[in-house]
């Protein structure tokens, strides 16, 4: 039975909601990246370097919102290290505690790969970074990639399993489908990242948009998929997600404006050029607003 | 030898002494002034009343660790009518949501099965919160930490009881070896069966791995706020991540094929 009573974290939308956005942005964007430099793509390698200038900025972010959401910010430390045992530590079932520690391990690879294509620019000019680039140059691109492209989903998707993992009514009565639709989410989103960024950067060709135009659709059906299960699965306690301020932000900010017209504006297709520049900003200025929305109506309604 | 506390709610008369005695022992400071001054108005006037029966708190929080529940059960024209009180606090679970959700190890249990709270170790990520099935443990903004129930960490490795236990008149609130406790709390079920109390039950002896601090209630647990069944949040982790796993490799497998190599067509970058 769901529990009657229990207390909500008071999590800030501005910290907690927006580090599982961003967050997802980043192992978003560097998942699609990562794949392609593994799977040898050097005709999209325009995607796999925009993705990793992407991942790396933003992830830098994403402790800054962890901590100053702390009741006790400057302990933030004690995530990984337990004093009284003078050792580091983890809790196994919790997926706050095992998250921290990918979070890290995923930051460290998109900082690699970030390096990694600075200096293919010709951009590395800290003699510093240079000799550490060369250095870590020894071990092959693509171990690290994959690598992060592992603990990337795991960034994307923890948060979702984090929240199923309690026994607040709807986050409880939504599992085991949460991390689901945040991986489909973050894989969207970070697509759209990458579109709007080389659109921006007048990067990339008809193909390169074609093929992430083409992923985004995949990710957006999948996601729309798992709303309809979960809300289906969650039944009355899925009442603050669809009625209400999160009910707006639910149902029109995630799944009208940041799917289904995306999805159909996807579908009738278009081409980057002139005109089919700006809808290709659209589309994904769009994706990314909903999956905003998205985290925002989760972790708020669940705290009413 | 896990230490407890057996809450016989039939004979608890709702003084709330262990409201009092929790606060004192532990030294929590009291609510905000319960009366204010309003403009026009010579007499203070009440503001933060629950209006729920004689119930002063509302809920346990990081300074409410005992909480009196106050069930007023009466007809339309109040002609007949129960009226039940129930002591309520942290259950020291033996699967325990909150210590299983701590990601530093600042939620402990100690050699008596009582689980604690470590305030220099916590960091006040608040992921305990909403993990505990019974919205027991709760966050100071004044400490920046969580707070709850010790079961009297300090009084009990001294030789002591709980100072709920020790304050309680009428011997509802027992602490005790929980062993013991059952014992004495199945001898109390049957006495009232006896007598003819047919629905009264035990809370706690399977609930989350079992409660070291357990009830006996007259009706209903849910009657007293108290979930039947609930399932401690990290039994459903597995699933979750199972689930999750499995999408993540659905999403891998567009990404393949989206961005797979086209036959022999090939388009240059640019
Ligand atoms: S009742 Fe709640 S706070 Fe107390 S041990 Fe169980 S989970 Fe933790």
């Excluded at chain 1, 690879?109 to 060369?134: C, I, Y």
């Excluded at chain 2, 009291?30 to 809920?59: M, W």
């Excluded at chain 2, 699967?95 to 220099?120: E, H, S, W, Y």
């Amino acid at each position: 039975m769901i529990s009657p009573e229990t207390q909500a974290p008071h999590w800030e939308w501005y910290y907690i909601a927006m580090y599982f956005y961003i967050g997802g942005i980043a192992a978003g964007a560097y998942f699609i990246g990562s794949l392609l430099e593994l799977l040898n793509r050097e005709n999209l390698r325009s995607i796999s370097k925009t993705a990793y200038y992407i991942a790396f900025p933003l992830i830098c972010i994403t402790p800054i919102l962890l901590i100053a959401d702390l009741g006790r910010p400057f302990r933030f430390w004690h995530l990984f290290f337990y004093t009284k045992d003078a050792a580091p530590y983890m809790n196994h079932t919790s997926p706050l505690s095992v998250g921290t520690w990918a979070l890290l391990v995923f930051g460290g690879m998109s900082f690699l790969s970030f390096v990694n294509v600075l200096a293919e620019d010709g951009r590395l000019t800290s003699p510093g970074l240079k000799k550490f680039h060369v250095l870590f140059s020894r071990i092959p691109h693509k171990i690290y990639a994959a690598i992060g492209s592992f603990f990337g989903f795991f960034v994307a998707g923890y948060t979702g399993v984090l929240l199923n993992t309690t026994a607040r009514p709807l986050w409880e009565a939504t599992d085991p489908l949460v991390g689901s639709l945040f991986v489909a989410s973050a894989a969207s989103t970070g697509a759209a990242a990458i579109v709007l960024f080389m659109l921006n950067r007048k990067a990339g060709t008809s193909e390169t948009f074609g093929r992430l135009e083409a992923f985004d659709r995949v990710a957006m059906i999948i996601e729309i998929a798992l709303i309809a299960v979960m809300l289906v699965v969650a039944g009355k306690y899925a009442a603050p997600l669809l009625t209400g301020f999160y009910g707006v932000l639910f149902l029109g900010g995630t799944v009208l404006v940041g799917i289904l017209i995306p999805l159909w504006l996807n579908w009738k297709g278009f081409k980057p050029g002139a005109a089919g520049g700006s809808m290709a900003t659209l589309v994904a200025v769009l994706v990314l607003f909903g999956g905003l929305m998205l985290r925002i109506s989760l972790v708020q309604a669940g705290q009413m | 030898m896990a230490k407890g506390m057996f809450v016989d709610t039939s004979i608890c008369t709702g003084c709330k002494a262990c409201q009092v005695a929790c606060k004192e022992w532990n030294g929590l400071p009291g609510e905000p002034s319960h009366f204010h001054k309003v403009p026009n108005r010579p007499y203070p006037v009440a503001f933060n009343f629950t209006g729920n029966s004689y119930d002063n708190t509302g809920q346990l929080s990081a300074t409410d660790w005992r909480h009196v529940r106050f069930i007023e059960q009466f007809n339309e024209n109040r002609t007949e009518g129960r009226w039940f009180f129930s002591s309520d606090s942290c259950k020291h679970c033996t699967d325990a949501g909150c210590l299983n959700a701590c990601p530093v190890k600042a939620i402990v249990r100690t050699d008596m099965g009582n689980v604690f709270v470590q305030q220099d170790v916590c960091i006040g990520c608040k992921y305990c919160i909403p993990s505990c099935p019974y919205g027991v443990i709760n966050f100071s903004e004044k400490t920046g930490t969580v707070h709850k129930c010790t079961l009297c960490n300090d009084r009990i490795h001294n030789g002591l009881g709980t100072a709920c236990a020790k304050a309680c008149p009428t011997g509802s609130i027992s602490f005790g070896e929980v062993s013991e406790l059952k014992k004495k709390a199945d001898a109390r079920l049957s006495q009232l069966k006896g007598l003819g109390f047919t629905k009264a039950n035990i809370y706690g002896y399977d609930e989350a791995g079992g409660l070291n601090v357990f009830y006996l209630f007259m009706d209903n647990p849910t009657v007293y706020g108290q979930p039947l069944n609930p399932i401690v949040p990290q039994r459903r982790l597995f699933k979750s991540a199972a689930i999750t796993v499995v999408t993540a490799i659905a999403v891998a497998v567009a990404a393949l094929i989206s961005f797979r190599e086209r036959g022999m067509k090939k388009e240059t970058e640019k």
